[in-house]
């Protein structure tokens, strides 16, 4: 008999050979085939045959039965249940050599087998060195060693040059600053730097607290004192805690810090992290009692507890404005040219606005206190006294001609231009305030000790 057309565009009803070379079609009960005869007229396959077929390849590849099941065999309907068969007979195994039915759910913890990943994203030390070989001298370590310190150190981008050239860490302890550039390719003159003052702390055997601090902290530390547009600079750069002390202008010019505000701003913040300790949570971000603010406090305070302050004291409209002012405790009590003409000026308050601002500036006087108050007075009515501009850039220090000597050496040592510096012995004893009036630094200290 001539076969019917429609099933030849059928998927799953073309016909297969068999042992004796005739070819038979798939056959199903007959139950099935009164269900889905309209299926078949429309030329669509039923789901029953789909479970068939499913049915058989997965018997075949679970290798259980010796003997595969005809289709039309009642072991072959009732046995198997389809794709749930197959899953049944996978079995997740744990990831260490345990029997997994004998842990409990109660013995499930951090730390164990399975146990999930920390907040912790570093690199982890190879524990079978971590207790020997590393509590032993920089000078001896080795070059796996050494590496694995720059990587951590945040200057993996250089490990490929040094494990051709650092033997150990002596290497590294008596290299130069034109060794690190050549052999290493150290060209960024900041990461030089940190480098240096780090191989420095370890010759000295100078143990301090901003050495603790990393350059992902100083980019949060420029969010707290209002800075945030320079994060990305300060990362690129790998600004740490360490280096913080003995930042030069030149070297924020080259961080594209410009704002002659902003450099005050970061000298301020640095003179705090100092009367501190170098402790990464001395400044204050939220509010505490508004009734009793000394300002031993407010010297502490960050921008974002500036613009609280301005909120509580029905400024709120305008405190917006202080995002990436550089304006923090620091800087309010601690720069004498900053008043509240300059809060203002940065608050955009219309000069016509005159019970706004004398609003501003009964609030700002109670905040900073009567000593700091006096301060900027005399600082005011001095005849050399010139405002505190918001516009006003930063200019690289011109070079006379006995300076071009010193260009060949690419001296290390550039401390005559400290931002904030370490003490009063690099500055001589001090230090050209914006005003050019002499400001012993060492007296500035004493001053934020007695605040704090």
């Not at 794709?83 to 164990?112: C, Q, V």
Request: glycine residues 6%; charged residues 25%.
């Amino acid at each position: 008999s001539k076969a019917d057309p429609r099933y030849q565009t059928l998927p799953g009803k073309l016909s297969r050979a068999t042992p004796n070379g005739s070819h038979d079609g798939y056959r199903k009960p007959a139950s099935q085939n009164a269900l889905h005869i309209n299926s078949e007229t429309n030329g669509i396959q039923s789901l029953c045959d789909t479970e068939n077929n499913l049915d058989i390849t997965f018997n075949d590849l679970s290798g259980t039965d010796s003997v595969p099941h005809s289709p039309l065999s009642p072991d072959g309907k009732k046995s198997p249940k389809g794709i749930k068969k197959f899953w049944g007979k996978l079995r997740r195994t744990p990831s260490g050599h345990f029997n997994a039915d004998e842990l409990g759910l109660s013995e499930f913890k951090r730390g164990g087998m399975r146990a999930t990943a920390g907040p912790r994203l570093a690199r982890s030390k190879d524990p079978r060195t971590k207790n020997s070989d590393y509590n032993a001298p920089f000078a001896q370590w080795n070059n796996e060693q050494v590496c694995n310190w720059l990587e951590d150190f945040g200057l993996g981008q250089y490990v490929i040059f040094a494990r051709q050239w650092v033997n150990s860490g002596h290497t590294l302890l008596t290299a130069t600053p034109q060794l690190l550039e050549k052999e290493v390719g150290i060209k960024h003159p900041l990461h030089r730097k940190k480098l240096q003052l780090a191989i420095n702390s370890i010759n000295t055997k100078k143990d301090d607290k901003s050495g603790q601090l990393d350059y992902v902290w100083v980019t949060r530390w420029l969010d707290d004192i209002g800075l945030p547009q320079y994060k990305d600079q300060f990362h690129d750069a790998r600004v740490d805690g360490r280096m913080l002390q003995y930042l030069t202008v030149n070297d924020l010019l080259f961080l594209k810090v410009t704002s002659q505000l902003h450099h005050l701003s970061i000298k301020c913040a640095i003179h705090v992290l100092h009367a501190n300790k170098f402790n990464p949570n001395c400044l204050r971000r939220r509010p505490a009692d508004e009734n009793n603010i000394s300002p031993s406090e407010v010297v502490q305070w960050s921008n974002h507890r500036v613009m609280e302050w301005l909120r509580s004291v029905d400024l709120a409209e305008y405190a917006p404005n202080l995002r990436g002012s550089g304006v923090h405790g620091g800087l309010i009590i601690l720069e004498p040219r900053f008043n509240s003409d300059t809060l203002a000026m940065l608050l955009n308050i219309p000069p016509q606005k005159t019970l706004l601002r004398r609003h501003l500036a009964t609030n700002f006087s109670l905040l900073i206190g009567r000593e700091a108050q006096q301060e900027k007075r005399e600082i005011m009515d001095s005849t050399t006294y010139s405002p505190l501009s918001t516009t006003a850039k930063v200019r690289p220090k011109k070079l006379g001609l006995s300076n071009f000597g010193h260009l060949r050496k690419k001296k290390f040592d550039d401390s005559t231009d400290y931002v904030c510096p370490v003490d009063a012995s690099p500055l001589k004893g001090e230090v050209k305030a914006p005003n050019n009036s002499p400001v012993k630094e060492a007296d500035k200290m004493e001053q934020v000790g007695r605040l704090i």
